[in-house]
Nanobody, 119 residues
Framework: QVQLVESGGGLVQVGGSLRLSCAAS????????MAWYRQPPGKARELVTS???????WYESSVNGRFTISRDNAKNTMYLHMNNLRPEDTAVYFCNLGRRLDGATSDYWGGGTQVAASS
């Protein structure tokens, strides 16, 4: 089992920055992919960015160039640096770990942290 705990959310002004952290406990495999999802008010949860154990990243187009995902495998911690925040970035941000092992797929989720960008 894997437990994920997010931290670092808050209220910032438009154009401001925040750093989210996701601490993972339990056994982490080198094939696990970690990701940040977000769920804006009244909308579905969406994938924002992901990172492999080796550091390969992917970004959704609206955050590319503004957000940076990173991962410290020694600490089992993932980060999301968010710069130039916009009102449309307001959402609950969730940490995710996706695992494919022996033909089975598992997803683990944190409880979420609120991010709000307001003018």
């Amino acid at each position: 089992q894997v437990q994920l705990v997010e931290s670092g959310g808050g209220l910032v002004q438009v154009g401001g920055s925040l750093r989210l952290s996701c601490a993972a406990s339990g056994t982490i495999f080198s094939t696990d992919v970690m990701a940040w999802y977000r769920q804006p008010p009244g909308k579905a949860r969406e994938l924002v960015t992901s990172i492999t154990y080796g550091g390969k990243t992917w970004y959704e187009s609206s955050v590319n160039g503004r957000f940076t995902i990173s991962r410290d495998n020694a600490k089992n911690t993932m980060y999301l640096h968010m710069n130039n925040l916009r009102p449309e970035d307001t959402a609950v941000y969730f940490c995710n770990l996706g695992r494919r092992l022996d033909g089975a797929t598992s997803d683990y989720w944190g409880g979420g942290t609120q991010v709000a960008a307001s003018s």
